[in-house]
């Protein structure tokens, strides 16, 4: 394979002209709204040694590599490394949490091995390839996040990746527009329990989530021989056992290993609904010979970033940040967390939830309706959607409007929620909160 050759003599590829590392492979990849066949001879003046075209044209001289279709190439590349990387690789896909997970699970994991793991939201058909494309001798395990919203995507994520072991965090409404349907989300999600069963050993599952075991029984896992772990250790009879302990703000936990080992954790989440994430990494982390120690460790250690379930204390509020994405569940999941967290002075900011089609309308109602449940006396809501349901409270069109009021009406001395899709962009309040 000639362009694995290559790779081998020039390790790092970059999709990006004007970031190109000395020595790298540049992959001209199309984008909605350009051609990287037109910026490949910037990116070797820029430092590439290569440029991975696939438009005859631009093919001018040795330097470039001509291929039938660039993204196809990167794709092959990828899964052609990691078959000759003898690293275990274990593939994480969910509705919610499968971020917090993998950076959980990796924290744990790296008390012992050298481990890859995916880096901020690297889990499409582009970033799974890159991420796999790091995969070096010295590393023992690869956790490799997969995300979806369509039907095939993680079948296809799982021929690239190859897992050895799968996680599926949960199932619920998310990118409906593209799954149809719950149905159809837990018929993508499942595509990874698919891939396991025929290629791969096993996976790790929450005992207590009945559409995941349902899921896994419909590709003959038995439930006797499957890893698993559950919340409410007093219920379940899982091989780690997990009880809240206390989330005021920060989620502690008592766990059990085998019904032998017990130990406390005090983790730095912000969210019950983190519990089962927790559970997760625990799971993992012994499965793969990790002392009760140093799985501690690894899980108080971790510290979550971009805007997820973070707490922060400003010189007027003190927030609390889940602004890097929202579906129904995980906004119905934070909004009952902050009603339960022992705090005053409540303010919810909401921003609207997307890629939920035609039940958009309800799902966006249903979310109001809770808030009227719990009786929030401040709350602003933010997106086309929210304006369009039937409530009582402030709102606005677009997060730039919101800004402009809040320059005019600051908030002082709150305790604040701030959640809402990525593409909400929410994040532009936090200056002025």
């Known amino acids: 394979m000639e362009l694995y050759n290559i790779f081998k003599q020039h390790s790092v590829v970059c999709t990006d002209s004007r970031n190109c590392p000395e020595g790298s492979i540049f992959f001209a990849l199309h984008g909605a709204n350009f051609n990287a066949n037109t910026f490949a001879l910037t990116a070797l003046k820029n430092g590439c040694a290569f440029a991975v075209v696939d438009e005859v044209e631009y093919a001018v001289d040795e330097r470039f590599i001509l291929v039938d279709n660039v993204l196809k190439s990167l794709q092959d590349l990828a899964s052609y490394h990691r078959k000759q990387m003898n690293a275990t690789v274990i593939g994480i896909t969910g509705t919610n949490g499968k971020t917090t997970t993998k950076e959980l699970m990796a924290s744990v994991l790296m008390q ?48 690239i990746a190859q897992p050895d072991y799968g996680l599926i965090t949960n199932v619920g409404k998310a990118h409906l527009e593209g799954f149809g349907s719950f149905e159809g989300v837990k018929n993508a999600k499942a595509e990874l329990y698919a891939y396991i069963s025929l290629h791969g050993k096993n996976i790790f599952i929450d005992k207590n989530n009945p559409n995941l075991v349902g899921m896994a029984q419909k590709f003959g896992f038995d439930l006797r021989k499957i890893q698993n772990y559950c919340i409410n250790a007093d219920l379940c009879d899982g091989y ?12 502690q936990m008592e766990c059990m290993i085998d019904k032998f080992d017990s130990f406390r954790l005090n983790t730095q989440l912000v969210g019950t609904y983190n519990a089962e994430n927790v559970l997760a990494a625990v799971l993992v982390g012994d499965y793969f010979g990790i002392s009760m120690d140093k799985i501690r460790r690894g899980i108080e250690t971790y510290f979550p970033q971009n805007n997820r379930s973070q707490l922060t204390q400003t010189e007027h509020n003190k927030l609390l940040i889940d602004a890097y994405n929202a579906n129904p569940s995980s906004m119905r999941a934070a909004i009952q967390n902050f009603k339960n967290a022992d705090s005053e002075n409540k303010t919810l900011i909401l921003g609207d939830m997307f890629e939920l089609g035609d039940q958009s309308f309800d799902e966006h109602q249903q979310i109001v309706d809770l808030i009227e449940s719990y009786h929030f006396d401040s709350v602003y809501l933010v997106g086309k959607y929210f304006g369009q349901v039937n409530h009582s409270y402030v709102s606005f069109e677009t997060t730039e409007e919101l800004i402009q009021f809040l320059k005019g009406n600051p908030i002082h001395d709150r305790f604040i929620l701030v959640k809402g899709s990525r593409g909400m962009k929410l994040e532009n309040i936090l200056p002025i909160l």
């Open 112 to 159: 012992k091995y050298d481990i890859l793991f995916t880096q901020g939201n690297l889990n499409n058909h582009i970033g799974v390839p890159l991420t796999l494309l790091r995969l070096r001798p010295e590393h023992k395990i690869a956790i490799i996040e997969m995300g979806a919203n369509h039907q095939g995507e993680i079948k296809a994520l799982c021929e």
């Open 240 to 251: 780690v056992k997990g009880k809240i302990t206390a989330s005021s703000p920060y989620l």
